[in-house]
């Protein structure tokens, strides 16, 4: 029998952070983290090592953040968990006990069953394992023809990167859009616009209605009739939830199949946590169960619980997740966070949106300026900026992060208007048309000429 303070299951994003945030708070406390890969990928870099990479060993966490807080690292998959006597078994027979358990079991890719050659050669999905993707670099390298079918986050990255590599690159999507989900149209079609002048064949509003071959993969079928010849075919349509284990452990489970937390992350079990993507989601904003799976949502996630695990703080619970996204195509930055205009009205919401476009270094003959463009949705009656979307170079990332906490602190858009900000020119738009202050002030004044 194997003894342990804490036992996380999952070593990727939120099983790392809440081992390592969890012995800082409680250095005394021994921390036991079990994960099934010897070696673990950042799951945000994934998509780079079909191109700016190159491979996958130059996108791996190095075990040394465990070495050097002291925290064990075991090797093996978890089967079941005994809840009352607190006993996590192993495949290799060994039984942990434990005093808290924290569940970060991730998520594995979607496969639509409805999809009829999916079982064929050539035909992959793009989980986290090292291996598998290994094994599809090596694939890739042998052929010219690849598809990809889904135009969210993961799929247009993958087809950006591959784009680098391979001749012949066509990404379908059966929405109108491209990030459709994530963006509201007018900057979904930025997007598009970018990956098809970047030489990727973008193919929307037509979905897949069967992948063909003999034994292997030769090409897509789609919808319209239409067909695409295909060395590889790579699914990139979304992932579920790893939560069998806890289902299977009487841990409840909610209708979309995540595990149900509270606010500090915990199950019904006050001792046993989970986090990541395996975990229940509310939205930030109108409190429903989601769907989202996100490192950043993760890692947050996971300090909340590496906080509260042997004592709670009113101040470090979670309130919901505000859905704060970027990625870069062509060296152009596309970040969102909270609701978009769209989702807010599906959702009932009487918003008023601004915009503005200005640069991202100033003056506009400073070399290397790029066009910066923001958009802020605002509750109408109250001034609350609940989402936010951006446009840009490599500062769009950051941009969307500050709009993140704007957002989480619940600004009004007269706070924001009247923030005061640090400009430089090397760094930031100019102080005189600073885009997210400008686009405030767009929202202001649409307020007040309806109030008129």
Known sequence: MQKTDVLIIGGSAAGIVAATTGKSFYPNKEFLLLRMEKEVLVPCGIPYIFGSLGNSEKNLVSDAIFTKLGIKLKIDKAVSIDQEKKICKTTDGTEIEFEKLILATGSTPTVPKWLKGTNLKNVFTIPKYKNYLDSLLTQIKKCNRVVIIGGGFIGVEIADELNKAVENVT?????????????????????????????????????????????????????????????????????????????KSGI???????????????????????IGDCAEKRSFITSCIKGLMLASTACSEA???????????????????????????????????????????????????????????????????????????????????????VIGASSTGELTNLIGLVIENQMTINALLTSQIGTHPLLTGPPTAYPVIKAAEMVVKQRRKEML
Do not use: C, W
């Open 303 to 389: 300090r909340i619980v590496g906080m509260n695990l042997f004592g709670l703080s009113t101040l470090r619970s979670f309130k919901g997740t505000i859905s704060i996204f970027s990625t870069s195509i062509g060296g152009i930055g596309f970040g969102v966070a909270g609701v978009t205009e769209t989702l807010a009205n599906q959702r009932g919401f009487n918003v008023v949106t601004g915009t503005f476009e200005g640069i991202d270094k100033h003056p506009g003959t400073m070399e290397g300026t790029k066009k910066q463009l923001v958009k802020l949705i605002v509750t109408h009656e109250d001034g609350i900026i609940i989402g936010g979307e």
């Open 171 to 247: 990404l379908v999507e059966i929405m109108a859009h491209i990030l459709q989900l994530a963006f509201d149209d007018e900057l979904a079609v930025r997007a598009e616009e970018i990956l098809k002048e970047r030489g990727v064949q973008v193919i929307t509003n037509n979905g897949v209605k069967e992948i063909q071959g003999k034994g292997k993969v030769s090409r897509v079928l789609l919808n319209n009739g239409d067909i695409i010849e295909a060395d590889i075919v790579i699914l990139s349509t979304g992932y579920q939830p790893n939560s069998a284990l806890a289902e």
């Open 252 to 274: 409840e489970i909610n209708e979309l199949g995540f595990i149900k937390v509270n606010e500090y992350m915990r199950t019904a079990n006050k001792d046993i946590f989970a």
